[in-house]
């Protein structure tokens, strides 16, 4: 989930930078540092998120009603 956030986000920034600006080697390491604060916020952020989806109340036997609850929790 990270590598798509930050793969957006990268191609964002370059997009509202220019393209005149544009080098291999700062979009490879933008990519790495973004792609490392993102994996880490997203581990601080995780448990508590799929806590309170859990939590909701639904039917929870139902697999794919939990596979589409799981990634909308912060949208409710």
Not at 25 to 38: G, K, M, R
């Amino acid at each position: 989930m990270c590598i798509g956030m930050v793969t957006v986000v990268s191609f964002y920034n370059l997009v509202l930078q220019g393209f005149s600006t544009f080098t291999v080697v700062s979009a490879i390491l933008q990519f790495v540092v973004t792609l490392f604060i993102a994996f880490i916020a997203e581990s601080f952020v995780e448990p508590a998120a799929r806590k309170l989806a859990l939590s909701l109340p639904y039917h929870k036997t139902k697999e794919r009603t939990l596979l589409l609850r799981l990634p909308f929790v912060w949208f409710q």
